[in-house]
């Protein structure tokens, strides 16, 4: 990386440049998950104390991040038995979350909520967390994930791969999805051949393996050029002796 004189702060910016900068802290969290310290799990109200438990807390951080949105119909969602939730807990106190309506055989999800704790945010989570979800709906043929998005979170969802280009054709959700006033419809398509929660250890990979060839490359191409040279110097043996016997004739008479 130094061979190349780029400062650390102009490498950072290229990244950014590339749309590959969460990649550092999405693998901060992956470290953790290693260490055991943070999981993710997929949740919904099925009666059992700890999900239960692990649901109100998600619910809380919800009304918290998003205090404009009714607590009654967060409740009703986080709750009700048609959504998922995959939480993120770190030593079992949840973080944060985001909340789905699966609709399988659509091929699609619609998310209602997502939010991570005050503290926690802009720290790689909420990217590991739609990586996480991405992975998972994968698995289950989701193709599509579309969600009213709040305008604040615009920002955050276009760096997660949505866009408010619809490809998801109109009369598959329609009746599916709730219109909302003041969110911004967008959708993220769920490529199969995709691994999302390695893609930042596939993006380091690659990125590594590019300038690790553009060194042997440049290298060979150094020596294969001195190569040539003493190549043509060989084949010019006679010519070359000629030329340096005049120069030095030609010093001997100006100098002498
Ligand atoms: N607007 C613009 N960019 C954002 C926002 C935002 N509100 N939040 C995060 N980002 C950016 C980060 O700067 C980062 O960019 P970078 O990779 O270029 O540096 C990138 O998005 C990813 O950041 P993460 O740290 O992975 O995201 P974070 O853990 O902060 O989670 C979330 C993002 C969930 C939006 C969190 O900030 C949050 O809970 N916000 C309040 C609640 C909210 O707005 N939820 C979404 C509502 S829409 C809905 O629920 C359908």
Redesign the pocket.
Known sequence: MNNLNLKESEIIEAE?DLGI??SK??LNIQKEEEQGEVNFKVISNDNSRENLVYLTNFKN??SK??PKMPKEYIVRLVFDRKHESLVLIKHNKVL?G?CYRPNYEEKFIE????????T???????????NKLKDHCSSKNIEYFL????N?????????GFSNYIKCKKEIWKDLIKDYDG?TLMEACIKKHIEYSMLSINLQAQKDFLINNTFKFLEARKVRRHLELVDVLNKHKNEVRFIVMMLFYIYEILYY
Do not use: W
Not at 122 to 130: A, D, F, I, N, S
Not at 147 to 150: G, M, V
Not at 152 to 160: E, L
């Open positions: 950014q900068g969460f802290r999405n951080i919800i991040q998003l944060g985001v998310i209602a909520f997502l939010a991570i704790s005050h926690e945010q802009v720290k790689g989570y909420g990217t590991r967390l739609m969600t009213y998005a709040d604040n979170a615009i920002g955050y969802f276009k760096k997660q969110g």
